[in-house]
């Protein structure tokens, strides 16, 4: 019976509180995202798939980026499955493939990652990333960070670079709805002086039907505790301009304040249009970017990082831009 509520529970995007967010809601997007910091060598790579749903087949948005190098190689794959029963993901007939420990995504010669990811440190609490929203029904977007850490090893061959990677950190989160929202900013980083430190945070315009409001939240590890902003138990404000960001959030006993300035030309990823069977080129992330947040309270952390993801997107305009 729990478990068939649950299953009932989940086609609303929503989960109950202990819910596993990782399988397949059957939502018109369900977005998987892997960044990969290697701190030894200052390389980053993230690598991301979105399975869209659509009448005549589902297919994938799949993408991989790295910095240094400046590199994006992106694809539109069809035969996209998201399981509903575990956390396994396809598409592109073996172009794609990820699981808990694993990520797979081949485009061709240039455009190859392979990673085995181990001694993960995954979402301890029983709502996700956006804490009571997690579990309301019927919203446009659900986000859930669910590896704050771990050890990632492998390859990636990209453009004309051939790494591998040795003890590599890991994070990795999950979106999923009825697409990405009108406008969007995310950020995430590791790369600090203490490798128990992560930090992620996002925010964008959160609809239900008719409602729609502006909505941000922020996550940070240090060590064995996991502190989640999230509105209504915190407040969370974010500000940027594309080029910096900066997050003030207080709650459950902390305060936390986070400055995020862009290095170089931001890379352009692919942004999944599921009803209309294509990509946009509407989302800019700079991969090696600076970052210093402050936590102060019941868990503190000082710390600054080159290595951060910092993040704006838009869905385009009625006339394509």
Same mark, same amino acid.
């Given at each position: 019976?729990?478990?068939?509520?649950?299953?009932?529970?989940?086609?609303?995007?929503?989960?109950?509180?202990?819910?596993?967010?990782?399988?397949? $809601?059957?939502?018109?997007?369900?977005?998987?995202?892997?960044?990969?910091?290697?701190?030894?060598?200052?390389?980053?790579?993230?690598?991301?798939?979105?399975?869209?749903?659509?009448?005549?087949?589902?297919? +994938?948005?799949?993408?991989?980026?790295?910095?240094?190098?400046?590199?994006?190689?992106?694809?539109?794959?069809?035969?996209?499955?998201?399981?509903? &029963?575990?956390?396994?993901?396809?598409?592109?007939?073996?172009?794609?493939?990820?699981?808990?420990?694993?990520?797979?995504?081949?485009?061709?010669? *240039?455009?190859?990652?392979?990673?085995?990811?181990?001694? @993960?440190?995954?979402?301890?609490?029983?709502?996700?990333?956006?804490?009571?929203?997690?579990?309301?029904?019927?919203?446009?977007?659900?986000?859930?960070?669910?590896?704050?850490?771990?050890?990632?090893?492998?390859? +990636?061959?990209?453009?004309?670079?051939?790494?591998?990677?040795?003890? !590599?950190?890991?994070?990795?989160?999950?979106? /999923?709805?009825?697409?990405?929202?009108?406008?969007? /900013?995310?950020?995430? !980083?590791?790369?600090?002086?203490?490798? &128990?430190?992560?930090? +992620?945070?996002?925010?964008?315009?959160?609809?239900?039907?008719?409602?729609?409001?502006?909505?941000?939240?922020?996550?940070?590890?240090?060590?064995? &505790?996991?502190?989640?902003?999230?509105?209504?138990?915190?407040?969370?404000?974010?500000?940027?301009?594309?080029?910096?960001?900066?997050?003030?959030?207080?709650? $459950?006993?902390?305060?936390?304040?986070?400055?995020?300035?862009?290095?170089?030309?931001?890379?352009?990823?692919?942004?999944?249009?599921? !009803?209309?069977?294509?990509?946009? *080129?509407?989302?800019?992330?700079?991969?090696?970017? $600076?970052?210093?947040?402050?936590?102060?309270?019941?868990?503190?952390?000082?710390?600054?990082?080159?290595?951060?993801?910092?993040? @704006?997107?838009?869905?385009? !305009?009625?006339?394509?831009?």
């Amino acid at each position: 019976m729990i478990d068939r509520l649950d299953a009932l529970y989940r086609r609303t995007g929503a989960n109950l509180p202990d819910g596993d967010p990782l399988p397949s $809601h059957g939502a018109q997007m369900e977005g998987y995202f892997w960044r990969v910091t290697d701190v030894a060598s200052s390389r980053v790579v993230v690598v991301l798939c979105g399975v869209n749903r659509h009448p005549d087949g589902d297919w +994938a948005t799949v993408a991989i980026a790295a910095e240094p190098g400046g590199v994006v190689r992106s694809a539109v794959l069809p035969r996209a499955i998201s399981r509903r &029963d575990a956390f396994v993901v396809t598409a592109g007939d073996g172009a794609f493939r990820a699981t808990a420990t694993h990520v797979h995504l081949d485009l061709g010669g *240039d455009a190859v990652v392979d990673l085995t990811i181990d001694r @993960t440190v995954v979402w301890p609490h029983a709502l996700g990333g956006g804490g009571i929203f997690s579990a309301v029904p019927f919203l446009g977007q659900y986000w859930h960070p669910h590896v704050l850490g771990g050890v990632v090893s492998g390859q +990636a061959s990209i453009g004309t670079e051939r790494w591998t990677f040795d003890g !590599a950190e890991i994070y990795a989160e999950k979106n /999923w709805g009825a697409g990405f929202p009108e406008r969007w /900013w995310w950020g995430q !980083a590791q790369g600090f002086e203490r490798p &128990d430190v992560c930090v +992620a945070f996002g925010g964008g315009r959160l609809t239900a039907g008719r409602l729609a409001i502006t909505v941000g939240g922020a996550v940070v590890r240090v060590g064995d &505790d996991v502190v989640r902003f999230a509105p209504p138990f915190s407040t969370v404000r974010s500000s940027t301009d594309g080029t910096r960001w900066e997050v003030r959030a207080r709650g $459950h006993g902390c305060r936390l304040h986070l400055v995020g300035v862009g290095v170089g030309e931001p890379h352009v990823l692919p942004v999944p249009l599921p !009803a209309e069977r294509r990509n946009v *080129d509407t989302d800019f992330e700079f991969l090696a970017a $600076h970052m210093t947040i402050e936590l102060t309270g019941a868990v503190q952390y000082s710390g600054e990082t080159d290595l951060a993801g910092l993040e @704006t997107g838009h869905r385009p !305009a009625p006339d394509g831009r």
